[in-house]
């Protein structure tokens, strides 16, 4: 059974400070989603990591994939209130991109000034 | 245009009625999903149609029936639902065996 775990799962921030989400899963796979979530809102997609090494990079978010390791990680850096959502990781349950998407439970991040 | 349009956006059923969500994207995407999500957790599939056929069934009750008319449109019909099915209902397009998968806005389901 595929498990993708996410930590933290609360994460109340300063703005100003980094910090980094880890995404944990357990078996192979070659791509990784983040995605973020405003509450009562739907997924917006942040990142798709393809391959072993990958680190991609939008504003404040850098987002990168050990597959090796089977850890991706997502990095705030200078977090701003903007940012405040649940953030969630999902690898795909055949790997490759079937669509079917295991999700972490999501890290919901508050970010105050 | 990379938007996935989903109908209604709210919607309040009783047990005994049939209705239906309805999905619409104009991106060319061939593959199609419904994701649930229940309040505080994460999403969860229940189906995906590729070249409109169903691919995957996710050990969904019957109570939930997909159907797919055409490459741009995915309806998920809904008869004799609990209220333990109130969610959000989402909708995703993508290409097939492609990068990103695009989600709806979501309809949100109340069952009383």
């Known amino acids: 059974e595929l498990k993708v775990e996410q930590n933290p799962l609360f994460l109340s921030m300063q703005e100003g400070k980094n910090y980094t989400i880890y995404c944990n899963y357990s078996?192979?796979?070659?791509?990784l989603y983040w995605y973020r979530q405003d509450p009562g809102k739907s997924l917006e997609s942040l990142f798709v990591?393809?391959?072993?090494?990958a680190v991609k990079q939008e504003g404040r978010l850098m987002a990168s994939l050990d597959t090796k390791a089977r850890l991706s990680t997502l990095h705030i850096t200078a977090a701003v209130h903007d940012l405040s959502a649940t953030y969630f990781c999902?690898?795909?349950?055949?790997?490759?991109?079937?669509?079917?998407?295991?999700f972490g439970k999501g890290t919901k991040l508050s970010v105050k000034p | 245009d990379t938007e996935v349009t989903q109908t209604p956006k709210h919607l309040v059923m009783g047990m005994t009625n049939k209705k239906s969500l309805k999905c619409e994207q104009h991106?060319?995407?061939?593959?199609m999903y419904w994701y649930k999500q229940k309040a505080k957790k994460p999403p969860e599939l229940m189906f995906v149609?590729?070249?409109?056929?169903?691919?995957i069934n996710e050990s969904v009750p019957s109570r939930f029936s997909p159907e797919c008319p055409n490459s741009s449109l995915l309806n998920l019909h809904l008869h004799a639902l609990q209220p333990e099915d109130s969610a959000l209902y989402l909708c995703?397009?993508?290409?097939?065996?492609?990068?990103?998968?695009?989600f709806g806005e979501g309809s949100w389901l109340t069952v009383v």
């Open positions: 991106m060319g995407h061939r593959a």
């Open positions: 995703a397009s993508s290409q097939v065996s492609g990068n990103t998968i695009y």
């Open positions: 149609y590729s070249y409109e056929k169903l691919s």
């Open positions: 078996t192979t796979s070659d791509r």
């Open positions: 999902a690898v795909d349950l055949y790997g490759g991109s079937q669509g079917n998407l295991i």
């Open positions: 990591l393809l391959s072993n090494g």
